[in-house]
């Protein structure tokens, strides 16, 4: 198993590379920019992409998407739920001066329990909504890739359109039951653990 990031971006956030070490074959976490350079880091590796899976539809998460998924014709896939989160990414992009941005197809949409067999990775979908309606988590066995539901000692906004602190706290719940010693790819900042957000993170102490 092969796991990088490329920070992109002016939001610094990070996408992810999940590869496959004998079939080279890769899939893309929230492509969020600088295309250019995903495709660099997938050529230093080796690898060839053939699926993007996106936690979310935030701007920042998917401003690559459109590019790749023209380039290698790769598969594109999100929670139905963030649908509208997704038909207002350009719009949402020209506020937040991204200029050109394009949105990619949805070739396919996630749901909760949903176990996904890309060549040899096996992940299991976990909706965990709060940061948005249709944000979700990709597990594989003790590693996830959490988007902006938990960050290293903190978590995602609830201010934003369709953001809700209520279910970002029974997401929250869900996480905590994973194995302490799981490792979290959050879409921004540094890795951390189930373990190190049980000591650290005041979000999910204050969660009884």
């Known amino acids: 198993m092969i796991i990088e990031s490329i920070i992109t971006g002016p ?3 990070n996408s992810w590379i999940l590869g496959d070490s004998q079939t080279r074959h890769a899939i893309i976490f929230d492509p969020g920019d600088n295309a250019s350079t995903i495709v660099a880091k997938l050529s230093e ?3 060839t992409p053939i699926f993007i ?3 979310h539809a935030h701007p ?3 401003g690559a998407a459109a590019e790749l998924q023209k380039r290698f014709e790769l598969l ?3 929670h139905e739920d963030d649908i509208p989160i997704f038909n207002s990414a350009r719009d949402t992009a020209q506020l937040l001066g991204l200029p050109n941005f394009q949105i990619p197809e949805i070739t396919n949409f996630l749901h909760d329990g949903q176990l996904l067999e890309i060549n040899s ?3 299991q979908v976990m909706h965990t909504p709060g940061h948005t309606p249709g944000s979700v988590c990709f597990l594989t066995g003790k590693h996830l890739f959490s988007g902006d539901t938990l960050f290293q000692g903190s978590i ?3 201010d934003l359109p369709g953001g809700s602190s209520r279910q970002i706290t029974a997401s929250l719940k869900r996480l905590r039951q994973l194995p302490e010693d799981t ?3 959050p879409g921004h900042g540094e890795t951390t653990t189930i373990r190190k957000e049980l000591e650290t993170n005041p979000f999910f102490q204050e969660i009884k």
Do not use: C, K, S
Request: glycine share 8%.
């Open 11 to 13: 939001f610094v956030e």
């Open 45 to 47: 590796l080796g690898l």
């Open 53 to 55: 899976l996106n936690t």
């Open 60 to 62: 920042d998460h998917i």
């Open 76 to 78: 594109f896939a999100i």
């Open 121 to 123: 990775h096996h992940l």
């Open 156 to 158: 995602g906004r609830t």
């Open 183 to 185: 490792r979290i790819y």
